[in-house]
């Protein structure tokens, strides 16, 4: 088989902090708040189908346990290690924190979740929750006990083309007026600290996970951000930088403007992943293979065999590449 870039169909979900401005982008009809876009997952509780060529209609495990070498390459997990979403917050999420793998698979039988959110847009003065000052485990369930959650969180300022980097056992929670893309580990491993102590109609609010929460969060300085972001090209119709360079994943973006961009594999051995965040171009990968279609909201997996490709554009097009 000739095997090519794999584009997916966006697996939406119901959230009540979900919101309606990218269902748009999306084709979405549902007329129930949407919160997130699952573009990439071979997770077992949304699993990415190929919409394009030979594989059409394909799951992306399919894909991974069928030809590894091409799709899955050397992964850290025994499946697609990285799970990619856009996210739309119209309302505040619950403050939450996410174990790290040796917890995660000892307790829930699932990887933990390090992460990062590339801002797409964002209220002005909008803020996210981003670390605590817990000293240790007793002061966080002493605050826990005494309805003072709120008084230990982080708040930071975000802004359009941000990048936060959010490694396991950090408290965090997006806030209302935030739109993203998120790469993270394959997990869906989530303990809820505090909700805002909202109820449903019935009275009851969602459950939390205090103790398991008390558990992973790591007491020390959390909001450090790494330093790694730097240009790579810059000229006046190539931006290339890198954003973000972790033991999970390396996040980079890329700006074109009526221009066409060669690119090789991130790593060798490994697949793409190319994520469009704005704008429109193609994808060339040789002479044998279509030339593909590229718009705002679509994900490719660029294979193994793929060493080279160009991207090109007529008009402007942003892009976020990651691979592990």
Do not use: C
């Not at 000293?135 to 309805?147: F, G």
């Amino acid at each position: 088989m000739l095997f090519y870039p794999v584009k997916f169909a966006a697996i939406p979900k119901e959230r009540i902090w979900g919101g309606n401005k990218l269902k748009a982008l999306f084709k979405e009809k549902s007329e129930e708040p949407i919160g997130e876009y699952w573009v990439l997952s071979g997770h077992p509780n949304g699993t990415s189908i190929v919409v394009n060529g030979e594989l059409k209609g394909k799951s992306l495990v399919d894909l991974t346990k069928q030809y590894p070498e091409v799709f899955l390459g050397n992964s850290p997990q025994d499946r697609f290690p990285l799970l990619i979403k856009f996210i739309e917050a119209n309302d505040d999420l619950s403050v939450q924190v996410h174990p790290d793998d040796n917890y995660a698979l000892k307790v829930e039988g699932d990887y933990g979740k390090t992460e990062a959110w590339y801002i797409l847009g964002a209220k002005e003065n909008g803020q996210v929750i981003f670390g605590h000052h817990f000293k240790n485990k007793e002061e966080y369930k002493s605050a826990i006990e005494n309805k003072q959650i709120k008084d230990f969180l982080n708040y930071q300022k975000i802004e359009e083309d941000q990048l936060l980097y959010i490694p396991s056992g950090t408290i965090h929670a997006l806030l209302s007026g935030t739109i993203l893309i998120e790469v993270q580990q394959t997990s869906d491993i989530t303990y809820r600290v505090y909700d805002w102590d909202r109820v449903d109609k019935n009275g009851k609010g969602r459950e939390l996970h205090i103790e398991k929460a008390a558990d992973v969060i790591n007491y020390t300085d959390q909001t450090t951000q790494d330093e790694t972001r730097h240009s790579i090209v810059a000229t006046d119709s190539i931006s290339h930088e890198q954003l973000v360079k972790s033991d999970y994943f390396v996040i980079e973006k890329i700006i074109l403007e009526n221009t066409a961009y060669q690119l090789q594999l991130g790593k060798e051995g490994n697949p793409d992943v190319l994520i469009i965040a704005e704008g429109e171009g193609t994808l060339i990968a040789g002479q044998e293979i279509e030339t593909i279609a590229l718009q705002a909201g679509d994900t490719l997996l660029v294979p193994t065999t793929i060493k080279n490709y160009e991207i090109q554009t007529k008009s402007k097009i942003k892009i976020l590449r990651t691979y592990y």
